[in-house]
């Protein structure tokens, strides 16, 4: 593969950097940078080897990300930073010449919705480039896609009902902390469901529908219809999909926090004034609580996450 450049030094950012080091026949050079670069140079000590070096960007600007692809000159970057960055990321990638890869899709900073569509406009170009653009390349989605994929190459001649299952069973011994970035989780759990049948997508009430289903090794727990992207680009690409859903676990008081973070007016994401600074509550909010990076060390349990299919 060569050289890789990561942009991103949160909870996702930190797993990725350790991965890639521990492959060192495939990634030969490796660069982490982020906005905060003593973020970086932290994980860079913490994996110790003079492994990766180490820089600071402002992806919220094409020219900073192009200023720091021509000093490094990766093959492919890996983009872990927020999903409001994707594109110029991908504008990035484009006027350097560089390969993309995300783990999360692009949603607008001032609604929370992601859809594909936006990252999706720029297939054409990439092609034309001959650059490869990867999106979605975390656990759900990710993982999720390529169990997908394999059951309809290995098992199926038609896949007609698909349910991505999420549980987190885990326990970090906090009242309320977010294992990844805790404004993107926010704004993720707390908009309407969504979920594909027969052709048409149809909207719910947030966690209005709920069963419990028995994982592997944890039983049964009580599972939430949620939307999230996959199920988008499953549909598109397995079009004998009849019916498409995705369900996450949350524990009830995870679920009471929420309820309470909304009715205060924390979960917000348009900006308000405060003492004549303007500030954003659910921003406000990401920095009172625990870093997600942190809560490793103190997790028990397990995390079971998969596909449950039915076809022919």
Known sequence: MGKVLIIGAGGVGTVVAHKIAQN??????????????????????????????????????????????????????????LPYQDLTIMDACLHCGVNYLDTANYEPLDEAKYEYKWQWAYRERFEQAGLTAILGCGFDPGVSGVYTAYAAKHYFKEMQYLDIVDCNAGNHGMAFA????????????????????????????????????????????????????????????YPTIKRARFWMTFGQEYLTHLRVIQNIGMARIDPIMYNGVEIV????????????????????????IGCRIRGI
């Open 178 to 237: 977010t294992n990844f970035n805790p404004e993107i989780n926010i704004r993720e759990v707390t908009q309407k469901g969504k979920y594909y049948e027969n052709g048409k997508w149809i909207e719910t009430e947030p966690h209005e529908i709920h069963r419990p289903l028995t994982y592997p090794n944890i039983g049964p727990k009580e599972s939430y219809l949620i939307y999230h992207e996959e199920l988008e680009s499953l549909v598109k690409n």
């Open 281 to 304: 509550p659910i921003q406000f909010l990401k920095a009172v609580l625990p870093n997600p990076g942190d809560l490793g060390k103190n997790y028990t349990g397990e995390t079971s």
């Open 24 to 81: 060192p026949d495939v990634f030969t050079e490796i660069v982490l940078a982020s906005r905060t670069q003593s973020k970086c140079d932290a994980i860079a000590d913490a994996i110790g080897g003079n492994h990766i070096v180490t820089d600071r960007v402002d992806a919220d600007k094409v020219e900073d990300l192009v200023a720091l692809f021509k000093k490094h000159k990766p093959d492919i970057v890996v983009n872990v930073a």
